[in-house]
């Protein structure tokens, strides 16, 4: 029998960004403004500016990463995304043709996990680092759990899934990305999510009622000006 397996070495390279807050303003600024003069046409070219910045600024073993989307190719799909969203909304003013935006709404839900997994390809085909490509190899089947049967227990038990549901979600999007032979692997755990989903509502109550305590004073003391 052969003898035990040595483990495979893993070598750990430290990720850093070079990027500062005022040189991602500028081109925010300008991004911003484009997008408005041109009624949201420069949208796709902004989105690839932001994402060209963000990635050329991040360095893994002394090599940076590329984004090389090409902008006319978003433009598209966001035509076509506005032209849908329109035609919601014109169909769903209309009492005659109010059942065409109920099927547009159905349509978008149906094919939502499969847009998912479309624009995870396309970001991941996209990406580069010292010129290889990523990959995404996620099946559209799984998709429609992780995006469909997740996000509907989400909603049907009032949120109580939802922690679950990232955790699918996440572990779709890394444990089906490759970069040449090597595939991502998602190590987290259920529990995690319900910890930050815990935090998030306990700030939220929080805030809420740091906001809510000087409300009420502020109300007491009206109605105790006025007689009350």
């Known amino acids: 029998a052969d003898g035990p397996q040595a483990a495979p070495v893993v070598t750990a390279y430290p990720v850093s960004f070079t990027g500062s807050a005022g040189e991602y303003f500028r081109l925010w600024i300008v991004n911003a403004a484009l997008t408005v003069v041109t009624l949201g046409l420069y949208l796709p070219w902004a989105r690839v500016r932001n994402r060209q910045y963000f990635y050329g600024h991040t360095w893994v073993d ?6 090389r989307a090409d902008p006319r190719r978003l433009l598209r799909s966001y035509l076509l995304v506005g032209a ?11 009492e005659s043709l109010g059942w065409v ?9 149906g094919l939502y996990p499969w847009l998912v997994a479309q624009s995870m390809r396309f970001q991941a085909v996209n990406t580069v680092h010292r010129g290889l490509r990523f990959h995404f190899d996620g099946r559209v089947q799984d998709a429609y759990v992780a995006y469909g049967a997740a996000n509907v227990a989400a909603a ?5 899934a939802l922690p679950w549901a990232w955790f699918m979600q996440r572990r779709y999007q890394l444990n089906n990305l490759r970069y040449g032979s090597a595939r ?5 755990d259920v529990a995690p999510m319900y ?11 929080g805030v809420g ?9 502020a109300l007491v003391a009206g109605m105790a000006s006025q007689g009350f």
């Not at 991502?184 to 987290?188: D, E």
């Not at 910890?195 to 109550?205: D, K, N, P, Q, R």
């Open 62 to 67: 002394g090599h940076n990463f590329e984004y």
């Open 84 to 94: 849908l969203f329109l035609a919601y909304v014109l169909t769903g003013e209309s």
């Open 101 to 109: 935006s109920g099927l547009i709404a159905l349509l978008f839900l």
């Open 156 to 160: 049907v038990s009032g949120g109580l």
């Open 184 to 188: 991502g692997l998602f190590r987290g």
């Open 195 to 205: 910890l930050i989903a815990l935090v998030g509502v306990g700030l939220m109550v």
């Open 209 to 217: 009622l740091l906001l809510a305590i000087p409300a009420g004073v």
